[in-house]
């Protein structure tokens, strides 16, 4: 049996009782019938780079989702793009590229699969899922049936989605509508990173890609910086009169309410005293080398050294700004 320290980029967590690998989509739906019919703990595993698990684990039934399949009809704009949930996210934006489209590019390099991304309407450089999906099947735990859910009735925010607040089961396939486009349309975050010149799709995969290597935010094994979940910590969303009482030079960002703004986590981190590379003693949990908002195992770190970490951020921050961080990955069994 495999832990979930082999099946999950922070590489902690213990064994559990059951890990199945469904290829199909009926192959999923019956593994989580009989899962939820067993009244027994169960997980839905993509990828494992959202996730940090306990070592304690025995009594869970862990369902990775192995199913694959990319089904394109092309329409006069663009293309819609069927994706069943096993795919994994990258490839598949590598594919859209190379097909001449254009809405996920920014996105390249998130690791995990198709069917976890919407989950938390996974984004980067000012792309979210959001934007581009039209509509995905789901199989609800409550009712065992099968049901088309229309991008509206999905609730994304911010890191946020109906998934994140009590709507639970297991994501078939996800749909996309994505434009032919010669030139990447640039948001103000990607124009920051970037700069304001046209790029073609593909150039623009590239750019992101180099880009999120340097940061440590491209999976390789050889490079701990990446034995990670990414952002440990959503930036926090506070009101305009809250930041105007922060240090001018904290950097924030407009948010779709005009009362709010969305501050850098990653500064509020290193400007409470934790920088990169940071680590507690004895513990092989640190902050990565390469930036400070991405918590990371050295080596033979424990979930409980990753989440010592994690608090003693939370309250370093806190105590200095008065901000309470909250963690992006889904801890499980803690
Ligand atoms: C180096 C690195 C960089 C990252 N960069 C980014 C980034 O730029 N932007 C970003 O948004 N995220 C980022 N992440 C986080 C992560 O990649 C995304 O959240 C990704 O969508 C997780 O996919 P996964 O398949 O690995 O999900 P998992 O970690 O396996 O699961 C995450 C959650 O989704 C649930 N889930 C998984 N599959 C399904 C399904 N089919 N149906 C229903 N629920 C499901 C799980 O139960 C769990 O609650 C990064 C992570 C790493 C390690």
């Known amino acids: 049996m495999r832990s979930l320290r082999e099946v999950t980029t922070m590489r902690v967590g213990g064994t559990p009782a059951s890990l199945v690998t469904p290829q199909t989509k009926d192959e999923l739906i019956d593994a989580c019938l009989k899962a939820w019919g067993s009244g027994e703990n169960w997980l839905i595993l993509g990828g494992g780079s959202n996730i940090v698990a306990a070592e304690e684990l025995s009594l869970l039934n862990v369902i990775k989702v192995e199913t694959r399949g990319i089904q394109i009809d092309e329409i006069p704009t663009g293309a819609i793009i069927r994706v069943q949930a096993g795919e994994d996210w990258d490839e598949f934006v590598a594919h859209t590229v190379a097909a001449g489209l254009s809405g ?31 509509r995905l099947e789901f199989l609800d735990y409550e009712t065992g049936e099968t049901e088309i859910l229309e991008n509206s009735q999905l609730g994304f925010g911010y890191r946020d989605s109906i998934f994140k607040h009590g709507k639970t089961g297991v994501i078939l396939w996800v749909e996309f509508k994505l434009k032919h486009s010669a030139h990447t349309h640039k948001t103000e975050r990607l124009i920051e990173a970037l700069g304001d ?7 623009v995969r590239k750019r992101v890609l180099a880009l999120r290597n340097q940061k440590g935010m491209v999976l390789n094994e050889q490079d701990h910086d990446t034995w990670s979940c990414g952002s440990f910590f959503t930036n926090p969303i506070v009101s305009r009169a809250f930041a105007s009482a922060l240090p001018e030079e904290c950097p924030r960002w ?30 092989k949990a640190g902050t990565s080398t390469k930036h ?15 989440i010592e970490l994690a608090k003693f951020i939370q309250t370093s921050v806190s105590n200095r700004f008065g901000i309470n961080l909250v963690p992006e990955p889904n801890l499980i069994g803690f």
Not at 110 to 130: D, H, L, R, S
Not at 258 to 278: N, Q, R, T, V, Y
């Open 254 to 283: 407009e948010t779709t309410n005009e009362d709010e703004l969305k501050l850098s986590a990653a500064w509020l981190i290193e400007h409470s005293g934790i920088g990169k590379g940071f680590a507690l003693a004895a513990s």
């Open 292 to 306: 400070c908002l991405a918590i990371t195992n050295r080596g033979d770190a424990t979930a409980g050294q990753i």
């Open 197 to 203: 010149t046209e790029e073609t799709p593909l150039e």
């Open 104 to 134: 996920i590019e920014a996105m390249s390099g998130i690791p995990g699969t198709v069917g976890a991304a919407p989950v938390q309407n996974i984004g980067a450089y000012g792309q979210e899922i959001a934007e581009v999906l039209t």
